[in-house]
């Protein structure tokens, strides 16, 4: 049977790339348990969300990043693609197992547990600004001891040139 396409469930972009699902990048999450878990969700009417497992998604520093895609009502009630971020706690989980339930984005509000790990495509990773200013520093001091040097140099030629005179 082939899915009326005007009555799509919502659907999961589950990203598992270089960091997402990677221990190295997120420890102390069961990755495949939490992908296990997202692929199991279900809406109000029974029909599994499907889930589609996507390499890097380009916003590693946000790992895990998991897109939450509205159901064809909740997109033509105005909803739009979720992007979620530092998805790694079960509790989000059962967060997004809820609002999914209840109608997902255009139809139920975003639950405020989601609202802070809500992200985007074009989401910027964070400057270091203690390093960069520090590395500011240091090539700043080491342009002024160039140039110390050099006057040091300087003075030493024409100290010998006034010698020999
Ligand atoms: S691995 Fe998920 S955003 Fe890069």
Do not use: Y
Request: charged share 40%; aromatic share 4%.
């Amino acid at each position: 049977m082939v899915a009326d396409p005007a009555d799509r469930p919502c659907r999961l972009v589950v990203c598992r790339g270089c960091c997402c699902g990677t221990k190295k990048k997120v420890p102390g999450v069961d990755h495949k348990a939490q992908l296990a878990r997202l692929s199991g969700l279900e809406d109000h009417e029974g029909r599994s969300v499907p889930v589609r497992v996507s390499k890097c998604l380009d916003i590693c520093f946000k790992a895990n990043v998991v897109v939450v895609q509205p159901s064809s009502k909740g997109r033509a009630s105005g909803g739009r693609p979720v992007w979620l971020g530092d998805f790694a706690r079960d509790e989000l989980v059962d967060e997004l197992d809820d609002w999914i339930f209840e109608g997902g984005p255009g139809i139920a509000p975003l639950p405020a547990a989601l609202e802070e790990h809500v992200t985007s495509k074009d989401a910027k990773k964070p400057k270091k600004a203690k390093k960069q200013k520090k590395a500011k520093k240091e090539k700043k001091g080491g342009a002024a001891e160039k140039a110390a040097k050099k006057e040091r140099k300087a003075r030493k030629k024409a100290e010998k040139k006034a010698g020999r005179k």
